[in-house]
């Protein structure tokens, strides 16, 4: 046992009036997909005699990565806040602190284990406070054997399976004079009415799936969050509709691959993302908007229902990952360049002002100059309004790992810079066709660099700053373009004017 192993049991000397709970993920069990039938849950509650236990006390959760987590982080907020506690940003007084971890990206994982060793010398000071990881890195084994050896102040873990156990997890982690961990490697359930608290009464999120099935070769995702599963038409359209009725101006339907909604709701025979777009577009809400998007299930039907606009709006984030056809099928992406650049172009001429973004990755293992010239003239060719654009970086367990990465890192910098270039011409030739135009905002609050100016979102989910009174935080104004830049968009309110369709 290390130093600072005993330091932290000596520390704890809790009566043990619980069985401790010790349950690791395994990848092995993860990447299974069994015929199961889904198990729908309708049934949480916080359990008595932990209705009380937060009153006085405080809970901060620091979220990394997506904004599935961005939810799952609201999902806590709302258990906990159940629980009795209330929210800070402040962690020197936080009675609990949770970090919603993620696992898409070797830095993402690095920071989080910045952090935990940041809290390491608080827990020192203030061995009281429960200190949490949950999250996808909670579902790697490689993560939790780095925890155990190394990070014995953590004082639960649980996984992206079983965030409705919180309350349970939590009074053994308190009572407890053993690390709680809890990880659960099953495909997943749905647990329907769990409480939220919500970030901001203007923009929503609506989970309508959960899971991935894709398996692409560097991507740990499918193990992290299980199968593909959706939730029911009836009870996404209820959630849209009370978020309507609350004043929601905008909502983002969410799932790791909204293009395969529907496709284990063997009840309901061939109802897809674009049914359940069709049934949405006609809620009273000012904005729909759906990510992320896989190319491979993105069909026909739902291309004719974004066509028809109304709240359905004018942005399609479509991940490529590459250009070129024979690092798309080592990446397991099941699409070849062309079968991409169809689907692209079939999309621009039904939805002709449609903005589109894209995720790249560059310095695949063996990727050759030519190939990467490929993605290169991708790009040239759909002209994205934006793209994510990343390093190549192994992650333990996946089948790329298993793969040599064997592009050297300066080769790798090389290419990310300058495909970075390219796309950073791309998004400013597209912004400045918008100079001189009036478009439509909805206003989210002040710019992060100027309290005096007011920031929000296009349709096409441009950024725009322009000055005006904070009474329209909330409300969609029409600004005209007065200035374009690579990355956002200055102008002034116009009172009467038309907005272009983008
Ligand atoms: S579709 Fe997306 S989430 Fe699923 S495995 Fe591929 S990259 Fe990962």
């Known amino acids: 046992m290390s130093e600072d192993q005993k330091e932290v049991k000596q520390e704890k000397d809790y009566s043990k009036y619980f069985q401790s709970t010790f349950k690791a993920p395994s990848l092995k069990e993860a990447r299974r997909r069994r015929k199961n039938t889904i198990q729908y849950l309708n049934d949480f509650s916080i359990p008595e005699d932990m209705k009380t236990i937060g009153q006085g006390k405080q809970f901060m959760i620091q979220t990394y990565g997506c904004q599935m987590n961005e939810h799952d982080t609201e999902v806590m907020a709302g258990i906990l806040s159940e629980m009795g506690y209330t929210a800070t940003e402040d962690p020197e007084v936080a009675d609990v602190i949770l970090l919603n971890t993620c696992a898409i990206r070797e830095n993402a994982e690095n920071r ?49 399976h079983n965030i409705h156990r919180l309350p349970q997890l939590l009074k053994e982690a308190l009572f407890s004079k053993e690390m709680v961990m809890e990880v659960w490697s099953k495909e997943g359930d749905i647990v329907e009415n769990l409480p939220k608290v919500r970030n901001g009464n203007i923009r929503g999120w609506v989970n309508i799936m959960y899971g991935c099935d894709k398996f692409c070769t560097y991507c740990i995702v499918p193990y ?36 395969a909604y529907g496709k284990d709701l063997k009840e309901l025979e061939n109802y897809g993302l674009g049914d359940l777009m069709d049934e949405i577009r006609k809620i009273d809400i000012p904005r729909i908007r759906f990510t992320t998007s896989h190319p491979r299930d993105f069909d026909d039907h739902l291309i004719e229902v974004l066509a028809k606009g109304g709240n359905l709006v004018e942005h399609i984030h479509l991940p490529v990952q590459s250009g070129n056809s024979d690092i798309l099928k080592i990446m397991g992406r099941s699409y070849t360049r062309e079968r991409y650049l169809d689907l692209f172009h079939k999309i621009k001429n039904a939805i002709p002002h449609a903005s589109f973004t894209t995720d790249i990755i560059v310095g695949f293992p063996n990727e050759t100059d030519e190939q990467f010239e490929d ?34 890192m300066e ?42 100016v007011l920031s929000g979102h296009t349709r096409t989910n441009k950024v725009v700053n322009f000055r005006g009174p904070k009474s329209l935080i909330g409300e969609l104004v029409n600004v005209r373009i007065t200035e374009t830049k690579t990355w956002s968009l200055t102008g002034e309110m116009v009172k009467e004017a038309s907005v272009i369709s983008e």
């Open 112 to 160: 989080v284990f910045g952090e935990i060793g940041h809290l390491k010398t608080m827990k020192r000071e203030r061995p009281d406070f429960i200190l949490g990881i949950c999250g996808c890195m909670a579902q790697e084994e490689s993560v939790i054997n780095t925890i155990l050896q190394k990070h014995p102040q953590v004082d639960l873990i649980f996984g992206t």
């Open 411 to 452: 080769v790798k910098k090389e290419r990310l810079q300058r495909l970075n270039k390219l796309v950073n011409e791309f998004a400013l030739k597209k912004n400045s066709q918008l100079y001189g135009e009036v478009v439509e905002v909805l206003v989210e609050g002040t710019s992060k660099k100027n309290s005096d």
């Open 224 to 259: 992290t969050r299980g199968k593909e599963r959706s939730r029911h038409p009836k009870e996404i359209i209820e959630e849209v509709r009370s978020l309507a009725r609350q004043g929601y101006k905008e909502i983002t339907l969410l799932g790791q691959n909204v293009n």
């Open 375 to 408: 993605t290169m003239s991708l790009v040239k060719e759909c002209e994205f309004d934006g793209a994510y654009t990343f390093i190549y970086s192994p992650r333990a367990g996946t089948p790329a790992a298993k793969m040599e990465d064997n592009i050297p």
